[in-house]
């Protein structure tokens, strides 16, 4: 199994910036996708950004410009940084990995990112 474990999060003021990271464990795994997703209150989940084993990268349109999604091989963790946060940027942030050594997605406990006005 690969197991996730997220940090970063917090409380930051409007224009502030953060950066999420998510480092996985379990080896051996081969992640083939990387993506952050997040959940307001009262919202259905919704992908922020992912990032694919060669490089291509999607965003959702609330977040394209302000947010990067990057990736250290080296310390098998995928990185969320978050620039120019806005309220509505307040969630809980999930990690979440394709391993094609298990055939699964695998996701991470969730780190709240909360952003005062």
């Not at 952050?36 to 394209?64: C, F, I, M």
């Not at 947010?67 to 307040?90: C, G, H, R, W």
Request: aromatic share 10%; hydrophobic share 30%; net charge positive.
């Amino acid at each position: 199994q690969v197991q996730l474990v997220e940090s970063g999060g917090g409380l930051v003021q409007a224009g502030g910036s953060l950066r999420l990271s998510c480092t996985a464990s379990g080896k051996p795994f081969s992640i083939v996708h990387r993506a952050w997703y997040r959940q307001a209150p009262g919202k259905q989940r919704e992908l922020v950004a992912a990032l694919t084993s060669v490089g291509t990268t999607n965003y959702a349109d609330s977040v394209k410009g302000r947010f990067t999604i990057s990736n250290d091989n080296a310390k098998d963790t995928v990185y969320l940084q978050m620039n120019s946060l806005k309220p509505e940027d307040t969630a809980i942030y999930y990690c979440q990995v394709y391993s094609s050594t298990w055939g699964r997605d695998f996701w991470g406990q969730g780190t709240q990112v909360t952003v005062s006005s």
